[in-house]
């Protein structure tokens, strides 16, 4: 070896590999940029009498310009990513804009005669720890969103200004990345976006795949590995980001991308195909939403349906729970948009790890107050839902959902307070889908047994995988000492699965599943083997799924199935099913992190 080889050796840096969670899909090889942004220093301190009026003003001008600003990225990210994903600057400026807000913070800053940074922070600072003391990941953006416009205000408070401008190819490195810093960033050449904190429902996740920049999130401590400068590569299909690659990484990586570019070409051809497999077995394949704005992008996906809609997106924002006619209109728009085919949505699931209005403080949230416990404990709320449900049914296309069913007599309960509301709205001349599909989620143990007499009550099941799992299991998988234990393919999942298909198909009803669980690669042919009807995905996935299920035969997955009920262990049915796909499917991009 030559002497400049050795010398080359020991300056190189040691190559680092860190795994997160791929937010946006697509391979960069880049320099790093590492997006270090200050967070403004408030300090409280009394303020004279006689200054007074002059901090109310500095309040308005702050206002006033952070309005202008967000304005400006509002008209930016309407033109990059097109208006529904924009809404989340439309609902900023709705907060500065609400005017029994300000008049709050101007109220404080004359009775408590304290500087307007100081009430600023305090008062909208609570409605970010509102939404960050549940455990739920889309409320810990939301919360982010809020802490975002806050800090905005105090900056203009301050008269200081971000950094949006700058040179060259980058890889974005963050601690954390806001909707308005992806969409500044974005004006830049940006290769993509690798972040310590977040998650795939996160603003800044959605933005990033509209634009189609890989991101990778929640990678941990990336802004404590990477530098400035640093050679980094980000693959977005598997939340893989390489610190130092070698040469041999670099030539590896871009075989990869070569070949996932070909693969997106050929699932961008099944947009508009059934999910059939190939001896024509019908699967519903559907999305999973959090938010109405997520719609455009579930139907470019090519989703054939809504598998579950999550209400609760609505309460974020809300002091109080919306009206019945408030709830009305959001439900009526997301099932005329998705038109002729159909959108489950779901009773408020709150409580647990999800947050709503004045919920209580409990020791163990995950086995208290939450989901239909709490729709029965405030029936008022229960049947105005259930009303604007009912008056967005017209054009039949709507399903109505019931979470967190324990025993036959909630469902039963459930039953009647929905017959209520359809005599309310008979009552009033209103009208609606008088056979509408009925359903629960299935993710309480009790449930999962007791599951042939629930289904002699309703039009279907679905799964609830994320808290069926962890019930079964006894693990919380956002905790980090135990999450290593929150595995989807152990015997008791996979039977207790199977005994709610049973369950299902002896009283003629379909039976879906909307965790987690099925956007799985390695999970979608053992589902359908088991008996799955539905899958209902997050949107990113759907193509991947659909590539499966269309690759495969109806009568593979059933041996695939009869294969895993037979395994013991769960680290057995997970070797056993990548090895089948790998060789029945060698173009799928499957590494270690595809679970």
């Known amino acids: 070896m030559s002497e400049e080889n ?3 050796q020991k300056t ?9 969670i791929p937010a946006s899909p697509g391979i960069s090889v880049g320099a790093a940029f590492l997006f270090a942004k200050e967070i403004p220093r408030v300090d409280e301190r009394t303020v004279r009498d006689e200054d007074l009026p002059h901090e109310v003003e500095r309040l308005e001008h702050a206002i006033q310009k952070s309005a202008k600003e967000l304005n400006k990225i509002l008209l930016f990210a309407q033109m990059k990513v097109g208006d529904a994903k924009a809404k989340i600057f439309e609902a900023q400026i709705m907060v500065l804009e609400d005017q029994v807000l300000i008049d709050t ?21 609570k409605y970010a720890k509102l939404m960050m003391r549940a455990h739920d990941e889309y409320m810990h953006e939301r919360a982010h969103d809020m802490e975002d416009l806050q800090n905005r205000i105090i900056r203009n408070l301050q008269q200081e200004k971000l950094i949006s401008k700058l040179e060259g190819s980058i890889i974005v490195v963050a601690h954390i990345l806001t909707p308005a810093d992806t969409m500044i960033l974005s004006r830049n050449h940006v290769l993509g976006y690798a972040t310590d904190l977040g998650g795939t429902t996160s603003h800044a996740a959605l933005f990033s795949r509209s634009l189609k920049i890989p991101a990778i999130v929640a990678l941990g401590d990336v802004t404590r590995e990477a530098e400035t400068g640093d050679l980094v ?6 939340g893989t980001l390489v610190i130092h690659p070698t040469p041999e990484r670099i030539d590896e990586y871009e075989r990869k991308r070569e070949h996932m570019m070909r693969f997106e070409e050929e699932l961008a051809e099944l947009k508009d195909l059934p999910a059939v497999t190939s001896d024509g077995h019908n699967v519903e394949l559907s999305a999973n939403i959090e938010l109405p704005q997520e719609l455009e992008y579930v139907v470019l996906q090519g989703s054939r349906g809504v598998g579950l809609y999550r209400t609760e997106g609505l309460l974020i924002g809300w002091d109080d729970f919306p009206s019945e006619d408030e709830q009305y209109q959001e439900y009526k728009r997301i099932a005329d948009r998705i038109y002729p085919h159909r959108v489950i949505m779901r009773t408020f699931d709150i409580g647990g790890d999800k947050i709503a209005p004045e ?11 939450r989901g239909i416990r709490v729709c029965f404990d405030r029936p008022d709320l229960f049947m105005n839902q259930l009303r604007a449900m009912l008056r967005a049914s017209t054009r039949k296309n709507l399903a109505i959902m019931f979470p967190m069913i324990t025993t036959i007599d909630e469902v039963r309960k459930a039953k009647e307070y929905l017959q209520q509301a ?4 008979h009552a009033r001349n209103v009208k609606f889908d008088d056979g509408i599909q009925l359903g629960v989620m299935i993710e309480v143990p009790a449930a999962a047994l007791t599951a042939a007499l629930i289904a002699a009550e309703v039009d279907f099941l679905s799964v609830g995988s994320n808290d069926l799992i962890q019930y079964l299991l006894a693990v919380d998988r956002g905790n980090s000492l135990v999450s290593a234990l929150y595995r989807e393919f152990e015997p008791a999942v996979l039977t207790t699965l199977k005994h709610v298909i049973n369950a299902g198909h ?7 599943i909307c965790g987690e669980m099925a956007g799985h690669p390695l999970a979608a042919p053992l589902l359908i083997g088991l008996g799955m009807d539905e899958l209902s995905v997050v949107p990113v996935v759907l193509p991947e799924i ?11 997955m059933q041996e695939i199935a009869k294969t895993a009920l037979s395994l013991t262990t769960g680290k057995e049915v997970e070797k056993y099913l990548r090895d089948f796909l790998m060789k029945a499917l060698p173009d799928l991009p499957l590494d270690d992190t595809t679970l």
């Not at 190189?12 to 997160?20: F, R, S």
């Not at 359809?422 to 709205?425: G, Q, S, T």
């Not at 002896?506 to 879906?512: E, L, R, S």
């Not at 690759?551 to 593979?556: P, T």
């Open 506 to 512: 002896k009283q003629g009803i379909w039976v879906g």
């Open 546 to 556: 659909k590539k499966i299920i269309r690759s495969l035969s109806h009568k593979q």
């Open 422 to 425: 359809k005599a309310d709205l």
């Open 12 to 20: 190189m840096k040691k190559e680092i590999i860190l795994k997160g």
């Open 359 to 369: 919920m209580a403080e409990e020791q163990n949230p995950f086995l208290g107050w």
């Open 6 to 8: 050795v010398q080359t």
């Open 105 to 125: 913070i101007k109220q404080r800053i004359r009775k408590e005669k304290k500087n307007t940074e100081y009430i600023v922070s305090d008062e909208i600072g």
């Open 233 to 238: 590569i980000i693959d977005g299909y598997s």
